[in-house]
């Protein structure tokens, strides 16, 4: 995140969560904040839920552009949903993890136990994190260092 633009994001985020309580196809919706780095963890149904939820935000998404520096960007899911998904200015640059986990397995977070990871930007939590993630059944929080 660029310096001095935390108050702003903090109020495109709330916006944000207000738009997306009536969308039926996401699953979790969360930002965390890491000193200067902020982190968007989306989960959709599936390509219809992320399209959706794309059209009622796609206005604000010009507005977060200037406060952050995107270092990546990631889609999971199986490939016949992600390979649908093309949004100019959202999916270029995308890298896509393609996975076997099913719509009728996605579960919204409150049905779900909840799994913590240490040092999920390493190279053993990154590939554990994906595991639960392809299994569909588990919130996963990740926790990096600072510095």
Do not use: C
């Amino acid at each position: 995140m660029k310096p001095g633009k935390l108050p702003q994001l903090k109020h495109i985020e709330s916006v944000i969560y207000e738009r997306i309580k009536s969308e039926a196809r996401t699953i979790s919706y969360k930002w965390s904040y890491f000193g200067d780095r902020v982190t968007f963890v989306e989960t959709y149904t599936g390509a219809r839920g992320f399209l959706e939820h794309v059209g009622h935000v796609m206005d604000l998404a010009g507005q977060i552009r200037p406060l952050v520096k995107v270092q990546r960007k990631e889609l999971y899911g199986q490939r016949k949903q992600l390979d649908i998904i093309e949004v100019p200015g959202v999916t270029d640059g995308v890298v896509r993890f393609y996975t076997d986990v099913k719509e009728t397995e996605l579960k919204r977070d409150e049905e779900k136990p909840t799994v913590v990871l240490t040092g999920v930007s390493g190279f053993i939590g990154s590939h554990v994190a994906s595991l639960y993630l392809q299994h569909g059944g588990f919130n996963v929080i990740g926790t990096v260092r600072d510095r």
